[in-house]
Structure formats: structure tokens, C-alpha cells
């Protein structure tokens, strides 16, 4: 009898659940290690889109991702006025096969953490591990973990492979790129909440309003109260700022309102009441928007980065998670298809290092964004027509080409 290869994912969040569940699928026993001690449905809302909703669907969780999902019917831009610049339908209702969700990251992680759970065994997630160094030994990998508050060492484990899907400050990266310094700041700050409201536009759209140095984006995330006709509004306030970025991130922190509900005052269109969303928020957290350069190299031997660890991008465009596990579908595939592990991890990283580096560049330009930022300088006072503006093929070739980057155009 063959052995079975052993993975172990550093990282228990959305790209290293996922990457788990397929690498199952593909015969491999996997170990999850996740620094915190206990896993909780933190964060707030994200989209994903049809081309990762198709792989999570053949994972078997479909039924479970309607549950917690609302299915996005329609993405909307707008000025700084209120006034619409582009719309087009989303998911099922642009005639895509697979919905495109808008889900809590925390839900969508509890989801996926409890498929590991019963499809790998209770022991296959290792909470409080800490990665701290790691070795390779001709075709094995050696990793070394602590507890994160304690500093108590607690052993050694071994695999055929390591994948460091440890987020954007991934130990792993910082090995392999130990100059490359703190992520990136755009000079953006996002503030983030939820807010239960009316429901607005068509009960399942999502918007945007504003430009790039002043934006911000809501959509609803919770199918209940959508039963009962209320919405349970995610949102998401962006302001440029000068000087550095401030301190790391933290999901439990609450962010005092008045640092940004000054600049939306005047945000009330009429069909979204921005200063009230944001006052009637019980919480906001504050992040700073950032992403790394895209790198020449994520394998190494049998060590390989996916998701954030591997691409950290700016939240433009609702990415990331999708990226993260279209990461993990491409890694599974390898791994099932290639004759070694040297080989299956190079083919992963051909398949993805080139197509994820392009999203991060076009990111970093607004992607399809950038029809508000377009608008914003040719019409800074407001517009009565809009084609006088920015014409429709304009509209059209940004929507489209940044599809085609990000693998989701509908063809495909």
C-alpha cells in the first residue's frame, strides 16, 4: 500500500480552509494550523464570485452558502452625488451558471471550517499553532509552532509539503523575502460595519458611489432578514489621508465614527441614507488599505504561498477571496494531476503567479472603479447627462476587460 501524502496549511482562513478541502479531494492528508485559539465568525461582509462560488458549489456546499448568502442581483456606480454612472446584473441574473454571493467573511469561514471538520476529522485543524520556522529536508518539510500569547514552544511537525497560507504578513513570505518590509499603504483607509436598515435599490444590489480618494460601497449580507423584508447592510467608507499607516488592523477594535462621518455628511441620495447608516453602525473597525509588490517566485521545493500570503490585493473589484480560492481549486487540480509533488506545486504557481499579479496591478489602477474617478475629473460639479461625460463603449470596455483579467468574464 502507497503512503498517503501529508500537506500542512499554515492558516486557517478562507484560502487555507479551502485548499484543505480540495487537497482532501485529492487524496492528501492535511493538517491545519491556525495561530488563533479559537476560530470565531469575525470580520464583516465580502463578495464572491461566480467562478469561486463554482468551486465551493462542487465541494458540495451550495445548499449551505444560500443559507448564509445573499445572491447579489445587480452592481451599481454612482457619483458623489448619488447620480448613476454604470450598472450591470450580477451572478445568475448577468446569466452566469453560479450565483456571486454577498456572504460575512466570518460565516463563509465557519462554513468552510466545518466542512474540514467533518470531511478530515476534528484533529485535522490545530488551533493556537503559531508557525515560527520551518525546514526543508530533501522531500520532506519540517515546521516549528508556538503558542502566540504564551511563547510556549510546542513541537514539531513534518509533511511532504508546506502551504503558507498565513495571510498577508505570512511568515513564510518573510523567509523567502525577508527585505520586503510592511505591506503597502495606498494612503486609503477603510472603515468598516453593519448596519440593519430598509433594504435599498432592488433588496440585493450592491453600490458604489463616490471616487478614489472618497468612496463608499454597501450591499446587504443576510438572506433572513431579507425574509422579513429588513436588510442587514454591510458598508464599507474610504477616505485618502496623508501621512503613514496606522497600526495593524484588529477585528475586535471599534473605531470612533467622528474620525470619518464628517466627510459622508451630505451622502444622503435618497435612496441610500449614508450619514445614517454609519450612525446607527453598533461597531466600525478601521483598516488600512494595503497590498504587497507581486513576486517573482511563490515555490519553493515543496513549500508553495497561496491567497493573501501569495497575493495580497486591494479590496477593488471583490477579489480577494475569490482569488484565495481559485488559489486552492488550482492547487488541488495540480496536485491530482502531475506525477510529483516538485512538479504539481510549479504547475500551481505557473497557473496562478501571472494572472494574480495582473489583478494586483490593476487594482492599484481602480480597477473597474475607475469609471467613478473618470467621471470625478470630467465632472466634479455633477452631470446632467451622463454620455456627455464618459460614453457607453467606455463604460462597457472597463467592465469587461477587468472581468477577463480577474477570470470571470461570463464566456469563460
Not at 21 to 37: D, I, N, P, T
Amino acid at each position: 500500500m502507497v503512503e498517503k501524502r501529508k500537506a500542512m496549511i499554515a492558516g486557517g482562513g478562507i484560502g487555507g480552509l479551502t485548499a484543505a478541502l480540495k487537497l482532501h479531494e485529492a487524496g492528501v492528508s492535511v493538517q491545519v494550523f491556525e495561530s488563533v485559539r479559537e476560530i470565531k465568525a469575525l470580520g464583516v461582509g465580502i463578495n464572491v464570485q461566480p467562478h469561486a462560488i463554482k468551486i465551493l458549489s462542487e465541494l458540495g456546499l451550495a445548499d449551505e452558502l444560500k443559507q448564509i448568502g445573499v445572491e447579489t442581483a445587480d452592481l451599481s456606480y454612482y457619483n458623489k452625488f448619488g447620480k448613476l454612472i454604470w450598472q450591470e446584473p450580477r451572478g445568475m441574473n448577468a446569466g452566469y451558471r453560479y450565483p456571486q454571493y454577498s456572504i460575512h467573511r466570518g460565516e463563509l469561514q465557519m462554513l468552510l471550517l466545518n466542512a474540514v471538520k467533518e470531511r478530515l476529522g476534528e484533529d485535522s485543524i490545530k488551533t493556537g499553532h503559531q508557525l515560527i520556522s520551518f525546514q526543508r529536508h530533501s522531500d520532506i518539510v519540517e515546521a516549528h509552532f508556538e503558542d502566540k500569547k504564551t511563547g510556549e514552544k510546542l513541537g514539531s511537525y513534518t509533511a511532504d509539503m508546506l502551504i503558507a497560507a498565513d495571510g498577508i504578513h505570512s511568515t513564510i513570505r518573510k523567509f523567502y523575502y525577508p527585505n520586503e518590509g510592511e505591506p503597502i499603504f495606498s494612503n486609503r483607509i477603510l472603515w468598516r460595519g453593519i448596519t440593519e436598515g430598509e433594504p435599498f435599490l432592488t433588496g440585493k444590489s450592491m453600490v458604489m458611489a463616490g471616487h478614489q480618494n472618497q468612496k463608499f460601497v454597501a450591499y446587504p449580507i443576510s438572506p433572513q432578514a431579507e425574509k422579513t423584508g429588513h436588510s442587514v447592510i454591510n458598508w464599507i467608507a474610504e477616505l485618502w489621508v496623508d501621512g503613514d499607516a496606522p497600526s495593524k488592523a484588529d477585528w475586535n477594535k471599534k473605531i470612533d465614527k467622528s474620525k470619518f462621518a464628517p466627510d459622508f455628511a451630505s451622502w444622503d441620495f435618497g435612496w441610500l441614507n449614508v450619514p445614517q447608516l454609519i450612525d446607527e453602525a453598533e461597531a466600525v473597525f478601521e483598516f488600512p488599505m494595503v497590498d504587497r509588490d507581486p513576486l517573482p517566485q511563490w515555490t519553493f521545493g515543496r513549500v508553495t504561498l497561496l491567497g493573501d500570503a501569495a497575493h495580497p490585493m486591494y479590496p477593488i473589484g471583490s477579489n480577494g477571496a475569490s482569488q484565495a480560492i481559485i488559489d486552492a481549486e488550482e492547487l488541488g487540480l495540480a496536485v491530482q494531476k502531475e506525477a510529483s509533488l516538485d512538479a504539481a506545486l510549479q504547475a500551481y504557481e505557473s497557473a496562478r503567479l501571472t494572472p494574480t499579479a495582473n489583478i494586483v496591478k490593476s487594482n492599484r489602477k481602480n480597477g473597474p472603479d475607475s469609471v467613478m474617478q473618470i467621471v470625478e475629473e470630467r465632472a466634479p460639479n455633477g452631470f446632467n447627462a451622463l454620455h456627455d461625460v464618459i460614453s457607453q463603449q467606455e463604460l462597457e470596455d472597463i467592465a469587461n476587460q477587468y472581468k477577463k483579467i480577474t477570470g470571470f468574464d461570463r464566456a469563460r
